[in-house]
């Protein structure tokens, strides 16, 4: 059978159609699959930082990605914001001091070119 004289379209409804007729001639199976449903997954629920805290964050992520000074009662803070809420400021990839070498790689993988 020559499938080449066959447009795109001819060719997807002989497909089908003999894909039906396949089908029908295999035996049917004469037992059902149960599949039994995953456990439910409970997942960790993690402390944010309230508004004031997440403004200052962002202010001094801002300070250091534009080489600014920042001041070390604003660096002491930013600590202590890392310190109370680790797994929230890791899930958003903040370096976890803004100085050293926590956050000249925090630089270097996110600097804007």
Known sequence: MDFSKYSTAQLCVLIREASRELESRLPKANYTVA?????????????????????HVEGCIRLLSRGGV????????????????????????????????????????????
């Open 35 to 55: 599949v039994a449903p995953p456990e439910p997954v409970e997942l960790p629920t993690i402390d944010k930082p309230n508004n004031a805290e997440l403004k």
């Open 70 to 113: 920042i001041r070390a009662n604003d660096v002491h803070e930013y600590r202590r914001i890392y310190k109370q809420y680790p797994d929230y400021m890791r899930l958003r990839g903040l370096p976890d001091d803004l100085r050293g070498s926590s956050a000249k790689r925090y630089l270097d993988f996110n600097r804007e070119e």
